[in-house]
Nanobody
Framework: QVQLVESGGGLVQAGASLRLSCAAS????????MGWFRQAPGKEREFVAA????????NYADSVKGRFAISRDNAKNTVYLQMNSLKPEDTAVYYC????????????????WGQGTQVTVSS
């Protein structure tokens, strides 16, 4: 089992950048594929990005390709989401999650979740 804690959210203007972090507890962090999801008010939670256990494989939602980058540091038990060129439609609560399935975008294949961090992008 793994516990996840997100940080790095905040209020920014359109075009700005933010880096989210997700710190994991447990000695088996490197065994998991990690993902970022987001949920805007009144909308369903959606896939943003995922990274394989080694960091060598990634997967992105079309809406963030070219703007967001996911990475991980297994020595620090941390996964990151670098978000550039932010848009108002990126406003959401961002969650990190851990999966046994490699870079899957499927939400129900992630059994472990953090509590989320709010990202608000003003126009």
């Amino acid at each position: 089992q793994v516990q996840l804690v997100e940080s790095g959210g905040g209020l920014v203007q359109a075009g700005a950048s933010l880096r989210l972090s997700c710190a994991a507890s447990g000695r088996t962090f490197s065994s998991y594929s990690m993902g970022w999801f987001r949920q805007a008010p009144g909308k369903e939670r959606e896939f943003v990005a995922a990274v394989s256990w080694s960091g060598g494989g990634t997967n992105y939602a079309d809406s963030v390709k070219g703007r967001f980058a996911i990475s991980r540091d297994n020595a620090k038990n941390t996964v990151y989401l670098q978000m550039n060129s932010l848009k108002p439609e990126d406003t959401a609560v961002y969650y990190c999650a851990a999966s046994y399935r490699v870079v899957t975008p499927t939400i129900n294949q992630y059994p472990y979740w953090g509590q989320g961090t709010q990202v608000t992008v003003s126009s």
